[in-house]
């Protein structure tokens, strides 16, 4: 389970005393991400001396035509440009310039060259990821199996048990005279080995120690954060599957065994100043990469949190787009079926889409859950795992059918979290049932994640008519590991089918799920097309799809999955104005150096917001 998407999370959030929630809201404002970004890079208006405007006696045109050494429009009619005019956050038109200056007629502009000697693509979106899990991740010591490049600082990988140990005694050792908790995340055992309660007694025998596994399914504690979180033995036995999923002795909770530890754990864990600071740091991360829109499918509402979205993701500096699904596992399991499609229609009325707001619920979207976390190897698996382990079901695949029968006939486009073959014939089988009963064209149901399948699979999602938005950084971080362990390299290497979804014509977008990976969408982009390993090998070369399929993984696709291709993905007239801008074009580059193109900033709603350099 992931550890804020569970009941008990809400519940500690809702816990806060007054005065802490008061503090933890006023922390938020006083850390915005206004501060964080706008103050330092934008946004910026053109040098006036390089506009050019042409209509006399104007002091302000309401017309600005950028012009720019290629313009990527992602349309299939007019795929490239050198000129684009906005009004307002509006595109108006998009060609050359002369075409541009014909098409604008008789009405007043100026010509801001700022992007003359760039490549200027529709902003890029991440179409799936998590800001608080982001947030409370990348906020704490990172030590993972990859490279974490962050706003002013960095974490270079850690690919054995020795460097992973020699990292955590430093961290540790660096404040060894603390008494206040210490957190890391990015652990995994099949690069950093065995990791018991004991092997952190020996870093402390007195602070709280926790290790955050990386799939953000496990925690490791040490005997002073057992004891701080006041947890016994006695209390985690005799709870059924919970109880199966604690290895006291070890210090060692996951999946359902977490509910033993959230609760007192969210007390340490998400304090008012360490989720600011997350926040502020992930929407610097998501800006210096060409994020200009990313969805949070299954959000975590409370009011309480909301208000924190509201002051730092919704800031008038934050240059992006926070959009939201309702959580159809959290809210139909607290009200219950018969209550469920109300309880949802009441969330997304929260923060309804708007003309001039950032944030918003996406209406008739739902999110839902097949089977476990691919990281955790939890994914059920139609031939099992090599080493005898078994999958898990997020949503056994009834409760799920129930689930999916009452969102569909009320018309929803669902969007389902599956990793295992399994899992996904659990799923296609519901859909072809519910498509049955009830068809519906254009219903886009997203296959989410979309990590393991079969040949076979991929043609039943194009004959029924589904989609998919798959992690792309799936090959490449765990095909070589997962095809030692678990699956082995047949199956890893099939992982991610982008080339069959797209030989069966079926939509295609990308995502990064962070904290699970990267929050890039050029390196997103590049692990679609090069699915090049650490070990330097190709996992499923018949996998891999062209730069120009990967870049609309990351615009327009994404934009079509979430309904939204008439308003954001590509740039056309009538769109709104969201651009980023590029120092090379990634279609000129060497392939395998796509996701290193430089990203100079982004155009958000017709205003600059350069990147801040350091």
Request: proline residues 6%.
């Amino acid at each position: 389970m992931c550890i804020v998407c569970s009941p008990e999370f809400s519940n500690a959030i809702r816990a806060l005393s007054f005065k802490s929630r008061r503090q933890f809201l006023c922390a938020a404002a006083a850390a915005t991400a206004g501060a964080l970004v706008a103050e330092t890079v934008g946004p910026a208006l053109a040098d006036g001396s390089i506009d050019e405007t042409l209509a006399s006696g104007l002091a302000t045109a309401p017309i600005t035509i950028f012009v720019a050494r290629k313009i990527v429009t992602m349309e299939r009619d007019n795929p490239t440009a050198t000129a684009v005019a906005v009004k307002g956050d509006r595109i108006v038109a998009a060609g050359s310039l002369d075409e541009v200056k014909a098409a604008l007629g008789a009405q007043p502009y100026r010509i801001d060259r700022t992007f003359a000697d760039k490549v200027v693509l529709p902003g890029l979106i991440d179409q799936h990821l998590h800001p608080v899990l982001g947030a409370l991740t990348l906020a704490v010591e990172v030590i993972a199996p990859e490279d974490w490049m962050l706003p002013g600082k960095s974490s270079r990988a850690a690919m054995t048990p020795e460097d992973y140990r020699a990292r955590l005694k430093s961290a540790v050792d660096a404040s060894k005279d603390s008494n206040d908790w210490f957190f890391t995340w990015g652990y995994h055992g099949l690069w950093h080995g065995p990791l018991s309660r004991a092997d952190l007694n020996k870093l402390s025998a007195t602070r709280p120690i926790a290790v955050w596994q990386r799939s953000c399914h496990e925690f490791y504690l040490n005997d002073a954060a057992i004891a701080a979180l006041g947890v016994t033995e006695e209390a985690t036995r005799g709870k059924g599957e919970w109880s199966e999923q604690v290895d006291f002795a070890n210090g060692h909770f996951w999946e359902g065994g977490l509910n033993f530890i959230i609760g007192p754990m969210m007390k340490v864990l998400a304090t008012p100043d360490r989720l600011s600071f997350g926040l502020n740091q992930m929407v610097a991360y998501l800006h210096a990469n060409g994020v200009t829109a990313y969805n949070e499918p299954g959000a975590l509402y409370t009011p309480d949190m909301w208000t924190l979205y509201e002051q730092i993701l919704g800031a008038p500096g934050t240059p992006m787009y926070a959009t939201f699904l309702a959580d159809g596992r959290g809210i139909l399991d607290r009200v219950g079926l018969d209550k469920g499609l109300a309880a949802v229609e009441q969330q997304i009325a929260v923060a309804p889409a708007a003309p001039g707001k950032k944030l918003m619920f996406f209406p008739g979207q739902i999110k839902l859950f097949a089977d476990g976390a691919i990281i955790s190897q939890l994914m059920q698996m139609k031939d099992g795992y090599l080493d005898g382990h078994k999958g898990e079901w997020i949503i056994p695949p009834d409760e799920l059918e129930k689930r999916m029968r009452l969102f569909w006939n009320a018309g929803y486009q669902i969007h389902i979290h599956v990793n295992g073959d399994l899992g996904l014939e659990a799923l296609l089988d519901i859909i072809e049932k519910l498509m049955s009963e009830n068809p519906r064209a254009d219903h886009r149901t997203v296959i989410v994640h979309f990590a393991n399948s079969t040949e076979e699979q991929v043609g039943r999602i194009a004959r029924l008519g589904a989609i998919v938005s798959a992690n792309p950084y799936y090959p490449v971080g765990f095909a070589d590991k997962y095809g030692e362990v678990g699956l082995g390299p047949q199956r890893t290497d099939a992982m991610v089918r982008a080339g069959s979804v797209l030989k069966h014509d079926i939509p295609l977008s990308y995502h990064s799920d962070l904290p699970m990976g990267p929050a890039a969408p050029l390196a997103l982009a590049s692990f679609g097309v090069n699915r090049i390993t650490p070990s330097s090998r190709v996992a499923g070369p018949e996998q891999r799809i062209s730069v120009d399929d990967a870049l609309r993984a990351v615009t327009i696709e994404a934009a079509f999955s979430w309904r939204q291709e008439d308003k954001i993905g590509s740039i056309a007239p009538g769109k709104i104005a969201n651009f980023t801008v590029l120092e090379e074009d990634p279609y000129a580059v060497d392939a395998t150096k796509l996701k290193d193109v430089p990203v100079w900033g982004t155009v958000f709603e017709g205003a600059i917001y350069p990147v801040a350099r350091r």
